[in-house]
């Protein structure tokens, strides 16, 4: 049986939604990432990482509308790869992001 004697990683749940939630670890070493749950997917971003990518959000807004559309996807593009929403999901996603902003 293996042991394991590393110290607990401190981590707070600093926005959570039904389907995401926002952990904030700080590693032994000190360092703090901010892990993005996205269902089945974390993301981890260190600090000015997230600052940019909470500005891109913000920045990308409400998806237009298009007329006859039933069902909007977005799409956001990052250097490692894409995450893809429904406009349900998005709002989701947005809500979770605000929940940061009011702290």
Known sequence: MMSNDSPEIPTEIIAETDNYAIVLVEDPDGEVTYNLQLGPVTVHFFPEEWDEFVEM???????????????????????????????????????????????
Do not use: H, N
Not at 58 to 82: K, M, N, R, Y
């Open 57 to 103: 959000i913000d920045e990308a807004g409400e998806p237009e509308t298009i007329e006859g559309e039933e069902e909007q996807a977005l799409e956001v593009e990052l250097d490692w790869g894409s995450l893809y929403f429904t406009r349900e999901e998005w709002d989701e996603f947005r809500s979770l992001l605000a929940q940061v902003k009011e702290e």
